[in-house]
């Protein structure tokens, strides 16, 4: 049996850091590639700098075969001293419950001569998951919080584009990109050039707004954590700068995500009356994301559904005369801020 190694924090970015060489299978599953991408180039340094030269195999799941996959893992190399076997898109190959045993039983005896790397956008978490974390690491790359996101930024800026990043700067890329990484990298890398072309040592919050434009696509995770905040100007400073610097019309989608969240808000409402678990809140629901399903369950922990629904019934009202010319939307999302106030203040 292979030495036990740690497991990870899914969905932490420190867990870039966690490899170790003793690692016989690591698995990144999740819908971030730019996350897993980083975590394959991790790990592939730190094997590098254990074994000298390693020996890098790549699959795909669509076209492999497991006992071609594992028997690469099973052989020796024929120069490098260690190998990295590589197997993407492993849903489509690990997916059959004939599939799964061959890598379980490969599992419970690794080869000490290799390390077989394990990616995958979706996953159907099982024993697999299991084995792999008794002697290697489970990763979860995964949409991470805000503050994760303001600290990748920091530390990518530094570590990757060799320029710092203002702290205000990075408040303010993270508020108009949101969680994409990878678009998050491009800005940066756009930005590092533009520091350096006007000669500032650092990212400034003035460079943000020059050259980086607010995402057109308005996202409920960036106006749902301040409708949930439980701060009636927090919201409403953050629902008028959204309209302000967003193209014309972003009152229709900034009322669906108003609606978004308070529907969110009460199912997690109901959740809790039936004393259900926030496992089974997600998959009842067939939600993804952080903000889908952890922050409306949290805000929600102390409030009943006769205090949700109301404001659900407010969000729908608001839409319909929206839609009918009833008031001004701008007024009417005000409005719907000041109302997630006075109820999540209750909680």
Request: aromatic share 4%; net charge neutral; glycine share 4%.
């Amino acid at each position: 049996m292979a030495k036990r190694s740690s497991s990870s924090d899914p969905n932490s970015a420190k867990a870039t850091g966690g490899f170790t060489p003793e690692n016989r299978i690591v698995l990144l599953h999740g819908p971030d590639l730019l996350l897993r991408t980083e975590h394959t180039a991790a790990l592939k340094k730190v094997l590098e700098s254990a074994h000298g030269e390693v020996d890098v195999l790549r699959f795909a799941g669509a076209d492999a075969d497991a006992a071609t996959v594992l028997d690469e893992c099973r052989s020796f190399g024929l120069i490098a001293a260690h190998k990295l076997v590589i197997l993407d898109e492993a849903e489509q190959l690990i997916k059959g419950d004939d599939i799964r045993p061959l890598f379980e039983r490969y599992a419970d005896n690794p080869s000490p001569g290799a390390t077989l790397l394990i990616r995958s956008a979706a996953w159907r978490p099982g024993n697999l998951d299991k084995q792999i974390a008794k002697v290697g690491l489970v990763i979860k790359c995964s949409e991470l919080d805000k503050p994760e996101v303001h600290a990748w930024v920091v530390r990518r800026a530094k570590d990757n584009h060799n320029v710092p990043i203002d702290r205000k700067a990075a408040d303010e890329l993270v508020e108009r990109i949101g969680p994409n990484l990878a678009q998050l990298d491009i800005d940066l890398a756009k930005l590092a050039l533009a520091a350096v072309a006007s000669c500032s040592k650092s990212i400034t919050l003035e460079l943000v707004e020059e050259f980086v434009v607010l995402t057109k696509e308005i996202k409920p995770w960036v106006v749902g954590e301040y409708l949930l905040s439980g701060s009636a100007e927090n919201a409403i400073d953050s629902m008028r700068k959204t309209i302000e610097t967003s193209p014309r019309g972003a009152e229709i989608p900034l009322l669906y995500a108003c609606s978004s969240t308070a529907q969110s808000l009460h199912a997690a409402a109901v959740a809790h009356r039936l004393r259900m678990p926030i496992a089974e809140f997600a998959k009842q629901t067939m939600s993804r994301g952080t903000w889908a399903i952890e922050k409306p369950y949290r805000a929600a922990a102390s409030l009943a559904p006769e205090q949700t629904a109301p404001l659900l019934t407010a969000c729908v009202r608001a839409d319909a005369h929206s839609k009918s010319g009833v008031g001004r939307p701008d007024r009417l999302i005000e409005m719907l801020a000041v109302e997630f106030a006075c109820t999540t203040r209750k909680s």
